[in-house]
């Protein structure tokens, strides 16, 4: 935490002009791991029944008198208050507060902050939604309360309730009996209170509940739907919940595609095809390495260089691949299909490797368990020969699982130079660049990134200046699989890649929520081209 000059001299400056002050408050600012400010703590007017209720004074702001002059009873407040509570890892200051006030402490709040906090990874207080740091501070907060205080507190007693409900996995958000658990829990709570039997009013306890759920709710307009039968909370919930980023968005469907996708034209008219060039490095991946190759075989592009580079796989995979490339063969295709087998360092290695054998205009690369849609090579060959400005051309994305039924969809808004430094929102398999943007960033993959290699790529097009556009087709499919690397190396690898390509872009490494805050604009506009879609598509199935 770090103090800030001006609001600390300010506090010292009153309990200086005020001998019979004893402690100096103020709301406290909330910074980041690079100090970074995007959130203030506030703090309340002192009230003495307020902060039975409510710890409303924050740390680091304050700073209160040690010793003062013999008519000020401050010095021996601090003396019957005693030191902090070892015994105590969450609410040792909550404790010296009510301490401190009932042995005569004089408080005062300033408007000058005193001090900011420090949010990070390592701290309780990044952690302070998570059940198990949350139960253990509730429980301390329910036995400062219960030494401290000498009435019940409704307040106190719904905070632990809270926290046990969310320990014992009540969902908060989406089920009707976390009211009954949360009343009942704090109910016995305040029966018990100090260890004697005492009536409680059902009345004030059933209010204050209200009370603090409707603040709550209304900062969460979803989690209204929770008082709604089950069959309108999944239809309302399926209509206004977040799309984008999200693997898996719906039960598994047969994957149905407009009519016209299939008859999308081979060539591109008017002109010879351009040669488009795509490699999929491949290592172990024989139950999907087939389909991933016939979807792009069967696009049938009359100019297409498909590059299969393998990392000496020891599964059956590339006797798949062979037999692919002595069909294309046969049919009077050879040479559309090449591979190679070798060790390699990893996915960004194989893709150097097999783009180095990449003549083509228009470059992409397909991960060996993802696939192209009907017509994708066609649509790319001619929105390239009609935009010749363009450099990097991506599309919308549709999520299968292991059966390739479709699990979801991204169709995402226009693209936005600004989030991208965010967040990477452009499905990789979709995207397809010209052979001029893959030498304005020296014709290679960073090999120091093993899981954002693409995002490196998109940031790298972005900062050498390239000119990207979105269409607004679907052109990939994405295979959600529970042992891939999407899902098992996000939190660990991927997200230290990830904030060095966020370090690298906007000269920090975001938190979580300033990067939900930057990103917020582009969701809804997302949300917005996602039932868009959705509507068109009804009408022309119509």
Known sequence: ?????????????????????????????????????????????????????RNVIPLPSVVLRHSATRD????????????????????????????????????????????????????????????RHWRRSAEELLAVAQRRLPQPSISWALYHAHAMAAWHGVPRATSRRYDHVVLTRARRTLSGWGGRERP???????????????????RRPMTLTRYLPRGWRRAITGVFERKLFRLQQYPP????????????????????????????????????????????????????????QDGASTDGSMDIVRRHADAAAADGAAGRLTYDSRPDNGQTHALNLGMRHATGDILAYLNSDDVLLPGSLAFVAEFFAAN???????????????????IGRWVLPAYDPTVI???????????????????????????????????????????????FRHARRLLGGFR??????????????????????????????PTDRQIRKAITPFMRRQWVAHHRAGIANKLNAA
């Open 1 to 53: 935490d770090v103090y800030q000059p001006a609001g600390f001299a300010a506090a010292c400056r009153r309990l200086i002009a005020t001998p019979r002050l004893g402690l100096v408050y103020s709301p406290a600012g909330q910074i980041d791991e690079a100090g970074v400010r995007h959130r203030r703590l506030r703090a309340g007017r002192w009230n003495a029944q307020r902060l039975t209720r």
């Open 72 to 131: 000020l009873m401050v010095g021996d407040a601090a003396t019957a208050a005693g030191p902090l509570d070892e015994s105590l890892g969450y609410q040792f200051a909550y404790d010296f507060w009510l301490r401190l006030m009932q042995a005569g402490c004089r408080f005062e709040r300033q408007a000058e902050e005193i001090g900011s906090k420090r949010r990070h990874r390592g701290n309780r207080f990044f952690h302070s939604e998570d059940p």
């Open 200 to 218: 409680v009013n059902r009345l004030r306890l059933i209010t204050r509940h209200c009370h603090e759920e409707a603040r709550w709710l209304m």
């Open 253 to 308: 469907r047969t994957l149905r595609l407009p009519p016209a996708y299939h008859r999308q034209a081979a060539a591109v008219d008017a002109a010879p095809a351009p040669q488009i060039s795509i490699v999929t490095p491949n290592y172990n991946q024989e139950p999907y390495i087939g389909e991933t190759l016939r979807s792009v075989l069967d696009q049938r592009y009359p100019n297409l260089q498909y590059i299969v």
């Open 388 to 406: 010749p400005g363009v450099d990097v051309l991506y599309g919308d994305r549709v999520m299968i699982d292991d059966q390739s039924q479709e």
């Open 421 to 467: 430094q965010w967040a990477d929102y452009i499905p990789q398999e979709t995207m397809f660049w010209r052979r001029r943007a893959w030498r304005a960033v020296g014709e290679r993959f960073d090999e120091s990134f093993q899981f954002a290699m693409d995002w490196d790529l998109i940031d790298r097009f972005r900062t050498a200046g390239m000119r």
């Open 480 to 509: 959600i699989l529970a042992d891939q690397k999407t899902n098992q190396q996000l939190e660990t690898v991927g997200a230290t890649e990830m904030n060095r390509i966020r370090k690298r872009a906007l000269g920090f490494v």
